[in-house]
């Protein structure tokens, strides 16, 4: 079965210090490899632009680079209220906003998934239906929450 319709994909921070990790380059590169074939319609936001700021120059060339196609969201009251919900539910402590604001982002801004290589406080098998119960419960869909590794097509395969 082809694939018609590209899936709408929020990148976290990590995924762009990950193309520089060797633990982490090899899918982090095929990863962005697959947005520039236009399989993934990438969604970044402001605050993956404020984090970047602090990275070394070869992040922030690749962060740009990407940032010329991708949607940049901005910060609004509902994503707000949604990372507060996260917070209140006690997914993640106040220390640690930021990494539900990077959910609750992708959240409303309706994308598939989020691909992230934050083991801590995002791609956690406890924390995954965590977030996905308080965006049930606040009227919001279901976010898949993915590693590169896990969203990368292997050679020659095409969904």
């Known amino acids: 079965m082809k694939r018609t319709k590209h899936l709408r994909v929020y990148v976290d921070t990590s995924v762009f210090g990950g193309v520089f ?3 982490f380059a090899s899918a982090s590169k095929r990863f962005f490899d697959t947005i520039g074939k236009g399989i993934f319609d990438p969604v970044i936001s402001v605050i993956v632009a404020e984090e970047i700021k602090g990275a070394p120059s070869r992040v922030q060339t690749l962060y740009r680079r990407v940032a010329e196609t991708a949607e940049i969201w901005q910060i609004d009251e509902a994503t707000l209220d949604l990372r507060d919900a996260y917070l209140e539910a006690g997914i993640v402590t106040e220390q640690w906003a930021a990494d539900a604001l990077h959910v ?6 309706a ?11 995002i791609v956690n098998f406890r924390r995954i239906p965590l977030y996905n119960k308080v965006n049930k419960k606040t009227g919001c869909g279901e976010i898949g929450i993915f590693t590169p590794q896990e969203v990368i097509e292997d050679e020659g395969e095409t969904l």
């Open 111 to 121: 994308c598939e998934m989020i691909v992230s290589w934050n083991f801590k406080h």
């Open 104 to 109: 609750a982002i992708a959240t409303v801004s």
């Open 21 to 23: 990790d060797p633990e």
